[in-house]
């Protein structure tokens, strides 16, 4: 494997392959982020805002944004969120993933005290946990959160 993470100016190309994979497993969040990215709705592009692609040589293998948390109807100014992120099957439990997460993390420090996310997938979650995100219980607009120190 030769892993590269590089931060998106615009979505490639290989963006439609990896939403087909996506949605094999049940997953519309590649299409999501293809429909939203396309629409102006969430381009990555606020203040601290941004979207990795993760490339094994010239494959695309996983995708991972930042996007800024919204609380009612304000930003919460400290805490990012993590969105849209994606890893194919066969690149899962290789490192890939925990790899992208730590870029994110690193990038998100400049702007953000904290990052929280959405999840409803029992190994999605699982992985999260083991990346020292703490599960919240009840909120309303997110189910782990993470301090960045």
Sequence with gaps: MNITIDQAEQLPAQIHELSKQAQKEGFDLIDRLIEEYDSGKNQFNQPGEFLLFVYDDEKLIACGGLNQQWNENQIDSRIGRVRRFYVLP?????????????????????????????????????????QNYVFVENHPNYSYFKYLL
């Design 90 to 130: 066969k690149y899962r439990k290789q490192g890939v993933g925990k790899q992208l997460l730590q870029h994110l993390e690193k990038n998100a420090r400049p702007n953000f005290s904290a990052l929280c996310l959405s999840v409803d997938n029992k190994s999605a979650a699982h992985f999260y946990q083991k």
